[in-house]
Nanobody, 122 residues
Framework: QVQLVESGGGLVQPGGSLRLSCAAS????????MGWYRQAPGKQRELVAT???????NYADSVKGRFTISRDNAKNTVSLQMNSLKPEDTAVYYC????????????????WGQGTQVTVSS
C-alpha cells in the first residue's frame, strides 16, 4: 500500500557531508509527520529529526546545528542534510512517516523505510 524509499547513504570522512532523501508513495491520504531515525550497532533506534505537516521541526540534541531536515509536502518527500559528520553518527538511518490512507483516512499509521547505512570513518 505505502512505500518509503530512502537514498543517499554511504561512507564519508569525519567532517564531511551527506544528504539523505526519502520518498513516500502509495494510497496516501495525508502525511502528518515525516522524519529520520537511526540505529547504531548494539543501540536502540533513536530520533534524529522530524518535520510536521504544519512546518514544525524537532532535532535530537546530538545533531542540532549540524543536520537540517526539509520536506516537500506536494511530493511526499523528506530530506536530511548532514554536515560536520562525526564517527558517532555512524548508523543505519530510517525514514519514518505518520500518515493516513486514502481508504481509511480517519486512522493514522506509522511506516518505515528499509534503512540506509551511513558510515563516518577516516
Amino acid at each position: 500500500q505505502v512505500q518509503l524509499v530512502e537514498s543517499g547513504g554511504g561512507l564519508v570522512q569525519p567532517g564531511g557531508s551527506l544528504r539523505l532523501s526519502c520518498a513516500a508513495s502509495g494510497s496516501i491520504f495525508s502525511i502528518y509527520v515525516m522524519g529520520w531515525y537511526r540505529q547504531a550497532p548494539g543501540k536502540q533506534r533513536e530520533l534524529v529529526a522530524t518535520f510536521t505537516s504544519g512546518g514544525s521541526t524537532n532535532y535530537a540534541d546530538s545533531v542540532k546545528g549540524r543536520f537540517t531536515i526539509s520536506r516537500d509536502n506536494a511530493k511526499n518527500t523528506v530530506s536530511l542534510q548532514m554536515n560536520s559528520l562525526k564517527p558517532e553518527d555512524t548508523a543505519v538511518y530510517y525514514c519514518n512517516a505518520e500518515l493516513s490512507l486514502a481508504t481509511m483516512s480517519a486512522l493514522r499509521y506509522n511506516y518505515w523505510g528499509q534503512g540506509t547505512q551511513v558510515t563516518v570513518s577516516s
